[in-house]
């Protein structure tokens, strides 16, 4: 059976765990080494992963073609406007051509449901690199850069602040399948999906919506914020103010416990959903966090190629 990546609930706690601890093993492995050399073991000699871009890309770009070379593979990259997917070929007749070609194929779209008909009709595994709904390699970028700092995962208090959009809604599924608690400090109107909340509830998760700034970062381990404004959004002054309140200042982070730690997927737009002074600040821990993206693929790519059980 083809072992698909478009949510993190496809893999499921077990395999979110053992890729965690694969990712960590390797990292650890290679330091000291320079970037471009293989992992000792190569374990993806010979394979290819097939790169689709639709949307604007450094960290995925970058992370997911350095994992590749790092695990002994290679890459294909690719871009809309120069695939025939641009000018009207289909996601399944795509998926049946690249499936033909390559061992994987990782999209980043606009469009959630393109990356579940391109796993749909693809015979090879597909990986999303991030979709309108979710960006479930970037949040396992962030369990892991959490598990090196706090040493565990399952108990830990996360606040988001700002727009309940995509990265939210992987954390709030990363919550209900690894058991952390999570408090989303919203506007009304831009709350995440009523579906994401209802799936991980079902699941045992704890989710919670605090209109307040305060009251959802008050004492958490973990704090996490987003642009406002995405790729492709018009730069929407009304959401602007809608969201200025949950702004991640210095005084907001005070709320948190002392050891807290900050959170962002990047790229960041400073002084509006955080300030130079926590993004810069010692709790920060946003270059580890964009560094985990690559050693976190590389280990979700070996669970997608049947190499890590």
């Not at 960006?135 to 962030?142: K, N, R, S, V």
Request: proline share 4%; glycine share 8%.
């Amino acid at each position: 059976m083809t072992r698909n990546f478009i949510d993190l609930a496809d893999a499921g706690t077990d395999a979110l765990i053992a890729m965690l601890e694969a990712a960590r093993a390797r990292k650890l492995a290679r330091i000291g080494w320079p970037k471009g050399t293989p992992d000792a073991d190569a374990p993806l000699a010979g394979h290819t992963l097939a790169m689709i871009f639709e949307k604007n890309s450094t960290r995925t770009r970058v992370s997911f073609d350095m994992a590749m070379r790092q695990l002994g593979g290679t890459t294909i990259v690719m871009d809309s406007g120069s695939m025939q997917l641009g000018r009207g070929e289909t996601i399944a007749d795509t998926a049946r051509v690249l499936s033909r070609y390559v061992d994987a194929i990782m999209i980043r779209t606009d469009d959630h449901q393109k990356a579940a008909d391109l796993a749909k009709y693809a015979t090879v595994p597909v990986i999303n690199g991030l979709t309108d709904q979710s960006h479930p390699c970037q949040i396992m970028a962030d369990l892991l850069t959490v598990l090196e700092y706090k040493s565990r995962i399952g108990g830990l208090e996360w606040a988001w602040l700002g727009d309940g959009n995509n990265v939210l809604h992987s954390i709030v599924e990363a919550g209900s399948l690894l058991k952390f608690p999570v408090r989303y400090g919203c506007p009304d109107g831009y709350d995440p999906a009523d579906d994401v909340i209802a799936a991980a509830r079902a699941r045992g998760g704890v989710v919670r919506c605090e209109r307040e700034a305060e009251a959802a970062i008050a004492n958490a381990d973990v704090v996490v914020t987003d642009t406002w404004i995405s790729m492709g959004q018009a730069h929407a002054e009304e959401k602007l103010a809608a969201m200025m309140p949950y702004q991640v200042t210095a005084s907001l982070m005070v709320k948190a416990k002392p050891d807290a730690i900050f959170l962002h997927c990047l790229p960041a737009h400073r002084g509006e959903e955080v300030t130079d002074e926590v993004i810069d600040g010692v709790q920060s821990v946003i270059w580890d966090e964009a560094e985990n993206r690559l050693h976190a693929q590389k280990a979700v790519l070996l669970w997608c190629l049947g190499k890590l059980d």
